[in-house]
């Protein structure tokens, strides 16, 4: 007999909850990022309600919420002001190919390259966008700088700043919503904080009168279903050329923005989501939002982390949130444009204070400078570009200062055997950081004819190391002396054309690694 436990009923009811909450704050910004692209607001809660709905029952990471971005959107200013808006629709349905394509071949899986420090300087960088974004909420409606400054990453310099009694109205409604949701949990955690502050504020508003900035005045969402539509635009090679330059980076920046955010969802919820299901996901979810009119877009962290921090955890909370979305575009847009900025501005102000490390600051001072400096850069980086460019800056730079430090441990110590031979012993590993530090170290004039060098004790990891032997067998040959190359890898002799027959492999002691060449086969 079928029994419905109440842990499942409990589960049910956070995601329902959950969904809508995150229905409500998915609303003000893809209107506001259809704007930065350049499109009409329905072109940017369409692409939310479709992101966001085929992400939800095919992505690879239940509770994460996806939809229209302000990383996409930045990207997709040029190609409409130069080409128009159903160039960009084709765009996006290439994008989500290229994404299909990335989990098909299974790429999802180099997200584990990114270190924590480049992690830690992510998320940050994040919060601080996501609050400069709201503090341009605190602009004049209608004063140049208004619109973009809410909207583009740090852009608020040439915003109006309200005053008086406007300001402190927004000021003090922001407070409230930011105490209910901090302080409600203590009492019941019947009904979500955030969507029980957001009905609260908006019911005192509209109770009272009071005068400020709504949802409405931001714009219209009011509208139809999305409908097919195969983008109008040349199906030729000139238009390939035009639209594929486009396509490779959005769909490099949704997925690089996707995966991180299933990263940090990963480690909030303790448990592991499916990478390349997630690029496939993003990769469906943006061919389909290609030929229904939707500007597309990826994994959108704000909105994750009030899903999770709602108490939504599975698939439902994400189809909650769509068609909630789809809902207040078709019949409730009157309602929904009622609600204050205010409300949504104090959901995110608490999503920025639960996003940001805090402990960065503690632990700053105790990790390594290199790892702290990157923390930094990150953050500088993402603030002043965008994430998915900060993460590429941060992976780069981690993986140099590796090379740089690891470089250091390549060590040769020389010794004579019994035999009259000089034997030489490498320790360390031998790549492209380290091997002009080992080529120092051997000097062909110095040794008995002899010689034996041992990589017992070292590793070769790329194609220059394999270069640094052949030049160093090189030299002892012109220098007329008999080398030997032991403990070398089978696969290190096979690669290897100068030393040819010096290397002596042994089955039993020789290491089992694989260089870079064979890593792949």
Not at 308 to 335: C, D, H, K, M, Q
Not at 361 to 387: E, H, M, Q
Request: hydrophobic share 50%; glycine share 10%; proline share 3%.
């Amino acid at each position: 007999m079928f029994e419905l436990h109440p842990s499942k009923v409990a589960t049910v009811k956070n995601d329902l909850l959950s969904g809508l909450t995150v229905a409500l704050a998915l609303v003000p910004e893809a209107v506001a990022f259809a704007f930065v692209a350049g499109v009409e607001p329905l072109v940017g809660l369409y692409a939310a309600f479709m992101v966001g709905l085929i992400t939800a029952c095919i992505g690879g990471r239940p509770g994460m919420i996806s939809g229209a971005t302000g990383a996409l959107a930045v990207v997709m200013v040029a190609l409409v002001a130069d080409h128009g808006v159903q160039y960009l629709f084709a765009t996006v349905v290439l994008m989500g190919l290229l994404q299909i394509l990335a989990g098909l071949m299974r790429l999802g899986k180099f997200i584990r390259m990114v270190p924590h420090p480049v992690m830690l300087g992510f998320v940050n960088g994040l919060a601080i966008v996501i609050f400069l974004a709201q503090l341009s909420q605190f602009g004049t409606a209608g004063e140049p700088g208004w619109l973009e400054g809410t909207f583009m990453q740090g852009s608020i310099i040439d915003v109006a700043w309200l005053e008086g009694s406007q300001l402190y109205m927004l000021l003090g409604l922001v407070v409230l919503t930011m105490v209910i949701i901090h302080y409600l949990p203590r009492f019941t955690t019947a009904v979500p904080s955030s969507l029980a502050a957001i009905v609260v504020v908006s019911l005192l508003v509209m109770g009272l009168n009071l005068d400020t900035r709504v949802v409405g005045d931001v714009a219209s969402i009011k509208g139809d279903l999305p409908s097919f539509a195969i983008p109008s635009v040349p199906l030729n090679w000139e238009t390939l050329a035009i639209i594929f330059p486009y396509a490779l980076i959005l769909a490099a920046i949704g997925l690089i923005e996707s995966l991180l955010t299933l990263r940090l969802v990963d480690e909030i919820t303790n448990s592991r989501g499916r990478g390349n299901r997630e690029c496939i996901g993003q990769g469906v979810a943006n061919t389909v939002t290609g030929f229904f009119g939707g500007m597309g877009g990826c994994a959108m962290i704000g909105q994750s982390m009030i899903n999770v921090n709602s108490g939504g955890r599975g698939r439902l909370s994400g189809i909650t949130a769509a068609l909630s979305l789809l809902v207040f575009i078709l019949v409730g847009s009157n309602l929904i444009e009622r609600i204050p900025l205010a409300a949504l501005i104090g959901v995110m102000f608490i999503v920025v204070i639960g996003t940001f490390e805090w402990s960065s600051f503690r632990i700053i001072r105790k990790v390594p400078k290199s790892d702290a400096a990157v923390l930094v850069l990150v953050s500088a980086v993402t603030v002043a570009t965008d994430l998915a460019v900060a993460v590429v800056v941060g992976v780069i730079v981690s993986a140099l200062v590796f090379a740089w430090e690891h470089a250091k441990h390549i060590n040769v110590q020389s010794r004579e055997d019994h035999k009259g031979s000089t034997v030489y012993s490498v320790h360390g590993p031998l790549f492209f950081g380290s091997v002009t530090s080992f080529l120092e170290q051997f000097n062909p004039q110095q040794a008995n004819n002899d010689v034996v060098i041992d990589f017992a004790d070292s590793r070769v990891c790329d194609h220059s190391g394999l270069e640094a032997i052949d030049t160093l067998a090189e030299r002892y040959l012109n220098a007329d002396k008999q080398l030997h190359l032991v403990h070398l890898s089978e696969e290190c002799r096979k690669l290897l054309k100068k030393a040819g027959n010096l290397v002596e492999v042994n089955v039993i002691e020789d290491p089992q690694y694989f260089v870079a060449d064979d890593a792949l086969g």
